[in-house]
Each structure stands twice: as C-alpha cells, then as structure tokens.
C-alpha cells in the first residue's frame, strides 16, 4: 500500500512539473534574482558621483529593469574592450553605455533594437587656447596652401597664351622684344614679358602692331586676375583664421587625432588616414587635446557635447556636423532569451513617454 501511494505521489509531481508551460520555465531560468549588468562611464550616458552611477543608459536600464522586476548589481568596466570581453566570458549577463550596433559585433553578441541614435564628431581647441601667431609659420603656410598652388597654376597657363602670340608676331618684326628667332630660348624672353605684365607692368611693349593691341587686352586680364585672386586668397584666409585647419573629416588625413581604443571611432579615423592615438579612458583624449599633444578628438557626439558644455566649455569646441551615424544598443551574449523581453520594454517606454522623459532629463527638452 505504501509503495503504490509513492509511486502516486511522483507520478503526480511529474505531471505538476510537466504541466508548466515553457515559456514560463525559460523565463524562470532567464531573470535570475540578481542581473549582472557591465557599463563604462561615459556622461551624460553613464555619469559616476560619490560611488553611485547614473545618466540617460542607467536610468533606462533601471526603467527596463523595473517592468520585468529585475534586481540590478553594476560593474564598471574601464573600456569598451573589457566591457564585451566581460559579456563573451559569462562574467556579466547585460552591457549598457554608449555601444555602437555595427556589424562585427552583431555577428558575435546580440543586440537590442537601437535605445539611441548617435554618430560621431570632431572636438578642437578653443579660440582662446590657440597657439599664439607665429609670422613665419602663417607665411609658409600660404606660400603652400592649397588656393595658393591652385592660383598660381591658373596664372601659369593664363601666361603661355599671350607668350606665344607674341613670340610668333615678334618673330615677323626684326627689332622686337625677342631677341631670338628661336623656339628656345625665344619662347622664355615672352614667357618673362606676360608674367611681368600680369604681376606689375612690363618693361617694354611689343613691336609688332597686333603684338600691341594683345597686350593692352593682356594688361586688362592681368589687372581683373590679380583682383580676383586677392579676393580668393583673402577670403580661403580669413576662413581658415576663423573655422581653424579641421572643419570636417576629411581635414583629420595626416592630423594627430585622439580616442578611446577598440571604439568605432577608431576604425573610422583609420579609414581616414588620421595619425590615431588611442587611450585607454575618453578623459585622457581630452587631456591630450588641452595639453597640445594632438589635434583633434574623435568620438560619440553626444559624449563630446556633454564635455563641451561643462568640464570643457570655453576650452574645447565641436565642429563640423556629426557623421558615421550609429545605435546605441544593450548588448547580450548570444540567445539570451532576455533580449525580445528587453525590447518589448523599450518599446513600451517610448509608447508611454518615459523614453522621451529621460531623454529631455539629459539632454534637454526642445
């Protein structure tokens, strides 16, 4: 009697246990009571104070957390290499901060649908800690700039036409400016008379009757190209003294520029041919700039913003536009089943308003 009544006793706990559904059973398995969750601090994304963290990631993390009634206990990573390599190893369930969706990282981590839109920017010097004005420096640096080399190749062709029609006119008057009937040297006693005459005035006319008249309609050119050219060269300079050298990406080829290693920052500079010097925290690319050890920082644009406008105002600035946009996501190891739980509340947060909340709580409503 005893035996059957324990055979009936299992036999009812295994039906009890077979009875829960799965998705009831996977969930149990995949919100443990206290989620590992890694971050870095990056404000305004994740802001550290008195031992204590916050920003726009953690107060969304928190928001998500506490829909699914999740317990949360943070790690701080120091960057974002260290960050994934904790999520690959098992030493973290969830990754938030500021982390790029890209492809590479897809095809090893998952990610949520994207919690922020961002890209990134370029960080310069402030006007009032620019490099005192070096004359020689300014002067090299328009004897080779770019208008100027571009100008002077315009001039260079602009000569050669009247100089051949007046080396061909003087060949047919015998006591003219050329005193050669030769190509060589010929062509450079002419060449020398339409660069003086549109640099100043010539020393002498030509005698050749329509030799004359190309040359009053030479000396005519010389002055509009000389006012054209003043003008051009005037306004390339003044800009340059006003933007600085980068104004955009493609000024960062060649340039010295600063951000963290392993970032998606990174990689763009060296498609760009920058010189990259990568650190270990951003706060030490900032240092970098300020102390004159590079030219310019790369990185999220929302991160510079935030430095721009309170550690760094007066001494740093942003310029150019954001570019190589990117999404922010909460990373996981693949097939965690918390991921589809995570977004339906990320989408739940932007329905209800509370996304929008928070994100005018730090970055400022419009």
């Keep these: 009697m005893l035996g059957s009544a324990s055979r009936f006793a299992a036999a009812l706990i295994l039906w009890a246990v077979c009875a829960v559904p799965a998705p009831v059973l996977a969930q149990a398995q995949s919100s443990p009571d206290n989620l590992r969750v890694v971050t870095r601090v990056l404000p305004p994304m994740v802001v550290a104070h008195d ?3 916050s920003g726009f990631s953690i107060d969304l993390w928190n928001a998500i957390a506490e829909r699914l009634a999740l317990k949360t206990s943070y790690q701080v990573a120091p960057n974002v290499t260290d960050l994934f390599e904790r999520i690959r190893t098992d030493q973290a369930d969830v990754g ?4 790029s969706i890209t492809a590479a990282r897809e095809a090893e981590f998952d990610f949520s649908q994207p919690m922020f839109n961002s890209g990134l920017q370029i960080m310069v010097r402030g006007r009032d800690t620019e490099d005192v004005s070096n004359p020689l420096r300014e002067i090299l640096a328009l004897l080779f700039s770019k208008t100027m080399l571009v100008w ?4 260079l062709v602009l000569i050669m036409v009247p100089a051949h029609v007046v080396w ?3 060949l047919r008057h015998p006591p003219g400016i050329i005193p050669t009937r030769k190509y060589f040297p010929g062509i450079f006693f002419s060449m020398y008379w ?3 005459t549109l640099a100043t005035q010539s020393e002498q006319m030509p005698r050749h009757w329509l ?3 190309v040359a009053v309609l030479w000396m005519f050119v010389g002055v509009v190209f000389v006012a054209f050219y003043t003008a051009q060269l005037t306004a390339s300079l003044t800009a340059q003294k006003i933007q600085g050298s980068i104004v955009s990406p493609q000024d960062l080829h060649g340039k010295s520029v600063a951000t963290t290693a392993g970032s998606t920052a990174a990689a763009a500079l060296r498609e760009l041919d920058a010189d990259v010097v990568e650190v270990t925290r951003i706060e030490d690319a900032y240092e970098a700039l300020t102390d004159y050890k590079v030219d310019a920082v790369v990185f999220d644009s929302p991160v510079l913003l935030y430095y721009a406008a309170n550690d760094g105002k007066g001494r740093v600035h942003l310029v150019g536009a954001p570019f190589r946009k990117e999404d922010y996501g909460i990373v996981f190891k693949t097939d965690n089943p ?4 995570v977004n339906k509340e ?5 329905e209800d308003g509370t996304y929008q909340k928070l994100y005018d709580k730090w970055f400022g409503g419009k």
Excluded: D, K, P, T
């Excluded at 918390?338 to 739980?341: A, D, E």
């Excluded at 990320?346 to 932007?350: D, E, F, P």
């Design 51 to 53: 031992g204590a963290l």
């Design 96 to 99: 938030i901060s500021a982390l």
């Design 152 to 155: 002077l190749g315009i001039a």
């Design 168 to 170: 061909f006119l003087e």
């Design 194 to 196: 339409a660069a003086s």
């Design 211 to 213: 030799a004359r008249a």
């Design 338 to 341: 918390l991921q589809r739980r």
């Design 346 to 350: 990320l989408l739940a947060l932007r």
